[in-house]
């Protein structure tokens, strides 16, 4: 269990402010949040690199606050591999396990074995410098994992890589945290690690953790404007909130909508995630409470999916599957209905 | 002439430096072929030269290392901590840079010849004024900057979080250093103590004035070169600057050839 407790740190361009956060251990824990937010500092403090101006941090039940980075068995691993250039990747592994002292037969087999974990035993005797970045990357978390670190600690591990080989790195991060039983802070910019990744999301910004909870619930429910801009929540409107018997009907500039997760009067902003809308050519005969006639605006191919702008007084982005959008025969300037549930409307 | 192939400008800028280089080639050569080459080999054999040498080398590597010890952990500073004052400490560490050697000579003259932490010293036993060790002393003062510089460029150049790396790999903070940062400083390093020796050995105002110039007692290569040059003695002159050509001449090409990126 990784406790940070009204953790502060002011480092000029940087800050951390009143930090907390609670990790179980062996839960995979994602922090995301935009440049500058301090998430590198936050897990550099974790590490022990930077003492903290207030607050605690306790691993297992231990004040490490005031501890040396190598009393942690924290390890880090970073975008750019930080690999040590003057070793070769076997030297690189065994590095931390030299500095424990431990015998030789015992390192030589733990860095077999988490060589092997990452499929870079070819490649112990070779240098840094002659790997490709998925290899570097590999050879890193290899280095840390030869620790059995009680926390580990990525920052944008997966960045730098191309495509496939993040796809196929980021597999093999969730293969070792299912195999390890390993607590993880992992921070990333990318929203597919967060849903392939992470048990819990936290978001930062401005030194602050703003919210903290499961992928799907932050996602679907940002507490505040900035994460559900930061999360590129589409549909993102602003209404008077009005209560009326169980549900609350949202007055927009154009629209009436109607939400089952609103509990307050006022001003209010609400969000509809695009796969959440329904389009129909015909006036759909069920009673959603949220149907609006339209026109469609826009469409556009975004790979997997088709983005289509219905225009109904609010330009309401929709996503379809290539097959939804065939069957639909829709283009631009047709006129169309959408709809979406009440419980689909989240106000924030 | 077709003025699009050869536009003025890249005729003449180019021009420029091959002027330049010429002009420093002929130098050299006029320099080198002076005297016969029989004369110039008796003469880097005489006494007096194998003196030159063996004190040049001696000095300059005493020097040299003293540049090491002090400037290799006062750019690590420089380059890795903020403090109160760094801009000052900066601008007066290049200063000897700027300054004439003789200048610096005085300066030196003063502290160790009056001052007294100098008479103390002297009374130590170390005694700087128109002996050896004033040689060693003056190089270290004027060549200091071009280790600090190059060792502060190369530190500046090597993240931090390598060494935040190693230490949640079991490293205490000077392990850090020692095992990581100054093997990757390796080649800033080398080029560092190729340039510093190299213009620990041509030395000259500063040691001039502290160490005088004594035959056969404070006599380097750039002083026999001096006193031989005025007393009329043109061969073994011409013996000690061809020394020292050459020493230039290698000290630039393995500062080029393994430097790195290390630059001052």
Partial sequence: MLHIEHVSKDMGEFTLKDISLEVPQGEYVVIIGPTGAGKTILLETVAGIYQPESGRVCLRGRDITHEEPRNRNICMVYQDYMLFPHLSVHDNISFGLRNRKLEKPEIERRVEESAALLGISHLLHRCPDTLSGGEQQRAAIARAIVMEPSVLLLDEPLSALDGRTREALRKELQRLHDAMDITVLHITHNFEEVFSLADRVAVMNHGEIVQVGAPDEVFRKPNCEFIADFVGVENLFKGMCRLDNGNAVIETEALCLVSTTCSRDGEVFVSIRPEDIMVSRAKPEISAQNVFSGKVTESVDAGMVMRVVVDAGLPFVVTLTRQAYQDLDIKEGDPVYILFKAASVHVF | ?264
């Fill in chain 2, 1 to 264: 002439m077709n003025v699009f192939r050869h536009p003025p400008l890249k005729v003449g800028t180019i021009a420029a430096g091959m002027i330049l280089s010429a002009f420093i080639l002929v130098l050299l050569f006029l320099i080198v072929s002076h005297p016969s080459p029989e004369n110039l080999i008796s003469s880097m054999f005489s006494p007096e030269i194998r003196f030159a040498i063996y004190l040049s080398l001696l000095t300059s590597v005493v020097s040299t290392a003293l540049c090491i010890i002090i400037a290799v952990p006062a750019a690590y500073g420089l380059a890795r901590y903020d403090f109160l004052g760094k801009s000052i400490v900066n601008t007066t560490l290049d200063m000897p840079l700027a300054l004439p050697p003789l200048v610096a000579g005085v300066g030196l003259l003063l502290f160790f010849g009056t001052s007294p932490f100098g008479k103390a010293l002297a009374e130590a036993g170390l005694v700087f004024v128109f002996t050896p060790l004033g040689i060693i002393i003056a190089q270290f003062f004027v060549n200091m900057p071009f280790m600090i510089r190059i060792m502060r460029s190369t530190f500046e150049s090597i993240s931090p979080r390598y060494e935040y790396v190693a230490k949640t790999l079991g490293c205490t903070d000077t392990q850090a250093v020692w095992r990581v940062t100054l093997p990757m400083a390796a080649s800033g390093f080398f080029a560092g103590a190729v340039i510093t020796w190299a213009k620990g050995i041509g030395e000259f105002g500063a040691a001039l004035l502290l160490a005088g110039a004594t035959r056969m007692v404070t006599e380097t290569l750039p002083i026999s070169l001096f006193l031989n040059m005025s007393c009329g003695k043109l061969n073994l002159a011409i013996s000690a600057a061809t020394i020292l050509i050459a020493i230039s001449i290698i000290s630039l090409y393995v500062f080029e050839r393994y430097g790195g990126s290390a630059r001052f």
